[in-house]
């Protein structure tokens, strides 16, 4: 059974950085692409950033390009996400997700995490 566990969320000041995780179980999982998406109180899913399993398409959210970045370990099974410069519109609760599928569409990743909390203070 597969499952994704995020971690590293928190709180943090505007301008400062954070750096999310995302670890998944199961012994043969080695998803196409894994994502991270965010979700605000209020607000649709939005796509920030995915990555290919061989790094070879990686592609972000227009709001956070240049300021995040995605990174994957395929031996440990991980999925990072560094964040820095940031703002308090980044506040929001943050998914890892998988697929076969690279895409910025939500509906096209078949694993999810449960979610962690950033919250960017102004």
């Known amino acids: 059974q597969v499952q994704l566990a995020e971690s590293g969320g928190g709180l943090v000041q505007a301008g400062g950085s954070l750096t999310l995780s995302c670890a998944s179980s199961g012994r043969s999982f080695s998803p196409f692409a894994m994502a991270w998406f965010r979700q605000a109180p209020g607000k649709e899913r939005e796509f920030v950033a995915s990555r290919t399993r061989g790094g070879t398409n990686i592609q972000y959210g227009d709001s956070v390009r240049g300021r995040f970045t995605i990174s994957r370990d395929n031996a440990k099974k991980t999925v990072s996400l560094q964040m820095n410069s940031l703002k308090f519109e980044d506040t929001a609760v943050y998914y890892c997700?998988?697929?076969?599928?690279?895409?910025?569409?939500?509906?096209?990743?078949?694993?999810w995490g449960q979610g962690t909390q950033v919250t960017v203070s102004a």
């Open positions: 997700a998988a697929g076969d599928v690279f895409s910025l569409e939500s509906k096209r990743y078949i694993y």
